[in-house]
């Protein structure tokens, strides 16, 4: 049951995208967002879609990861556009039928909010789907540094992000088993009202607790047993290399954003 | 009344990608009061099919019934599990309570039984691990040692006082003599109350020593299920599969290929070394 949730949604592949530096693809995802942010007019929201389109074929991710990625948003989706629709103010009416009015700029302002929306979750599903959670908090480790300057625990933040995904599907799994323990005991995790059900989870919990703490303390031990000190004169295994894909790909999306903001503040 | 398992499969995530068949066909049937013993190589399926047991599992295909209750019924699944206590690998991780009184009342309390029925039972699951009730009943089972930590986990589930007892590598982690401690209270469970009992176990010696029948698991299907003298007698086939042999097999299989003529297939030291002792005597 619970243990056999896929972590991340990391699809391994040797895409271009999936080669791309990890620094490089959150800032290009930094960028993305932006662009996605300033359109504003209907005709312009065609170069997002594009560079989505692009994204997604560059990537190798198939189109049903578009979907997936939008699934557990689907109700927010229907909600903001049925929201703008009847909630924007407007002068040109398009319907007007009893207690309904709805106008052009509240349909336009429907359309955008929800393509938006689309854009940004299934834009930045791409950075989760082609970057292995490794490497991403190695990412941001290497562009939060230079806030280690300011005593901004760079290191330590990504440390722990790491630790907590590697162990995540090791505490399903220890779920999954201390409630097979506790279910043979007769534990009933599915009936009763929402207070029974909150107390039933006790006799999970603790174990859990228990275990986690008894984990945490044996991993800082075996890291300090070899040697962990923190990141001060850390080197790594796996360095990160700037490659000319990486400023091709950079430039790129900035002329896109440049070209953007120019396209939607000069009187055409 | 038996429990009966008819064409049992069992797939992992059915319908996915990663859709594993982990049991596929197994017919097996625990004998009331038996002593069966489960082995099989790593991931060959062992604790998969003990899951099915007490529908913690449910079958992708075939059926289980416990006493003739069908465990995909939800309605008898808390009947099922009082008949079957189940006893996982390092159970001692299950422990939740305040005090070890409580956690082993927490089985019974789940079986809807009075203040006055679960007092006793506790007592005496308590007696029968071996630990002393007046001294352990008010403590923390987090600050008992790794071996009371077991019995007392193990105590949780003989008060429920289960028809059949299946166990998980119930001896992992133990050191010899706490190895001996519960290979010994799982016997008298089976010689004093009739408690049938399903083990998986690494240890051949084990198995060998106590088991009535031995299921052997091959990659998710039944190899075969037989008495223990029948199935060492399989010895290159169980090697091949990548298990081991009781040492008494092991010795069987050396002396043999030194030309030494042992017609019987002991897998039981004692055994062995009477027959050889007798040799011995004999060529004086
Ligand atoms: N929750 C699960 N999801 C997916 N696959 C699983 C799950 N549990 C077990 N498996 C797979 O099913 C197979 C059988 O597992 P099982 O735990 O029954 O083996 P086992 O015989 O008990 O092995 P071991 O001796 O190591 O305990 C293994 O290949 C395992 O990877
Ligand atoms: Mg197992």
């Not at chain 2, 987090?142 to 590598?169: N, Q, T």
């Not at chain 2, 003599?177 to 084990?206: C, F, K, N, P, Q």
């Not at chain 2, 017609?263 to 050889?276: C, G, P, T, W």
Request: hydrophobic letters at 45%.
């Amino acid at each position: 049951m619970t243990a056999n949730i896929s972590l991340g949604q990391y699809l391994p592949g040797n895409s271009v995208v999936h080669r791309l530096d990890p620094r490089t693809k959150i800032f290009l995802m930094a960028l993305y967002i932006a662009i996605v942010f300033v359109v504003k007019s209907l005709v312009v929201f065609l170069l997002p879609v594009v560079l989505l389109v692009a994204m997604f074929l560059f990537a190798q991710v198939p189109a049903s990861y578009f979907f997936s990625a939008l699934k557990p948003m689907k109700w927010l989706l229907v909600f903001m556009f049925v929201i703008n629709l009847f909630a924007t103010q407007g002068t040109t009416l398009w319907i007007d039928w009893k207690f309904i009015h709805i106008t052009q700029e509240a349909v336009e302002q429907a359309v955008y909010i929800t393509l938006r929306l689309v854009l940004l979750v299934a834009g930045t599903s791409i950075l989760t789907l082609t970057t292995s959670p490794i490497a991403l908090t190695d990412g941001l480790e290497k562009l939060m540094s230079p806030l280690r300057k300011l005593r901004f625990p760079a290191h330590e933040l990504a440390m722990m992000m790491t630790i907590a995904l590697r162990f995540i599907p090791t505490l399903m799994e220890e779920t999954d088993r201390i409630q097979k323990a506790q279910m043979a005991r007769g534990a009933d995790f599915e009936s009763g009202n929402i207070f029974q059900r909150a107390k039933s989870m006790i006799p999970v919990l603790v174990p859990l607790f228990v275990s986690a703490f008894r984990r945490a303390d044996e991993l800082a031990m075996a890291m300090e047993s070899r040697c962990y000190h923190g990141g001060e004169g850390r080197t790594r295994m796996r360095e990160l290399h700037f490659h000319w894909r990486d400023l091709f790909a950079t430039l790129l999306l900035t002329a896109v954003l440049v070209g953007i903001i120019l396209l939607e503040n000069l009187p055409l | 009344m038996p429990i009966i398992i008819e064409q049992l499969s069992h797939t992992y995530l059915p319908g996915s990608q990663l859709a594993y068949p982990a049991l596929s066909d197994v017919s097996l049937t625990v004998q009331d009061g038996e002593f069966l013993g489960i082995i099989g190589h790593t991931g060959s399926g062992k604790s998969t099919l003990i899951q099915h047991l007490n529908g913690l599992l449910l079958p992708t295909a075939g059926s289980v019934l416990v006493d003739g209750l069908d465990t995909r019924e939800k309605k008898l699944r808390k009947q099922i599990r009082s008949l079957v206590g189940m006893v996982f690998q390092y159970p001692e991780y299950q422990l939740f309570e305040e005090t070890v009184e409580r956690d082993v009342a927490f089985g019974p309390k789940n079986m809807g039984l009075s203040e006055e029925e679960i007092a006793p039972r506790v007592e005496e699951a308590l007696r029968l691990v071996g630990l002393n009730p007046s001294e352990f009943s008010e403590k923390s089972p987090f600050e008992l040692s790794g071996g009371e930590k077991r019995r007392a986990a193990l105590a949780g589930i003989l008060a429920m006082r289960p028809k059949y007892l299946v166990l998980d590598e119930p001896m992992a982690g133990l050191d010899p003599r706490g190895r001996r401690e519960i290979l010994a209270l799982i016997e008298s469970l089976r010689s004093d109350y009739g408690t049938g009992i399903v083990m998986v176990s690494h240890s051949m010696d084990d198995v060998a020593m106590f088991a009535d029948r031995i299921a052997v698991l091959d990659k998710g299907s039944l190899f075969m299920v037989a008495s223990p003298e029948d199935v060492f007698s399989h010895s290159t086939e169980l090697l091949e599969m990548g298990l081991n042999l009781p040492q008494a097999t092991q010795l069987v299989r050396a002396l043999r290929a030194r030309g030494i003529d042992i017609q019987h297939d002991y897998f039981r030291m004692e055994e062995l070394a009477a027959d050889l002792i007798g040799r011995w005597n004999h060529d004086r």
